[in-house]
């Protein structure tokens, strides 16, 4: 299906798994790429204003109106804990 390595990527994980190595990918690289569009998501949402974000806490610094589109409800069972 598609252009995506399906089998590359299945071994690699695999590999990782095994020698407790980076995968190619990453979810910390997934993570860094998408919050971006989340970024630019938001600043629509609350009225295209400047926003402040802060990489280290990962928040919008001054601005609850923002803060509150980084995480929502979920009802169990799919529930993310405050700690992973």
């Known amino acids: 299906f598609g252009r ?23 979810i910390e690289e997934g993570h860094k790429s998408a919050i971006l569009f989340h970024m630019g998501n938001i600043s629509y949402r609350i009225g295209c204003r400047k926003l402040i974000f802060d990489p280290n806490a990962e928040r ?19 529930v993310i804990p405050e700690e992973v």
């Open 4 to 26: 995506f390595p399906e089998n590359e990527h299945k071994a690699n994980f695999i590999d990782c798994i095994r020698s407790r190595e980076r995968p190619a990918a990453d």
């Open 60 to 78: 919008f610094i001054n601005d609850d109106d923002a803060n509150r589109y980084l995480k929502r409800t979920y009802r169990e069972p799919f």
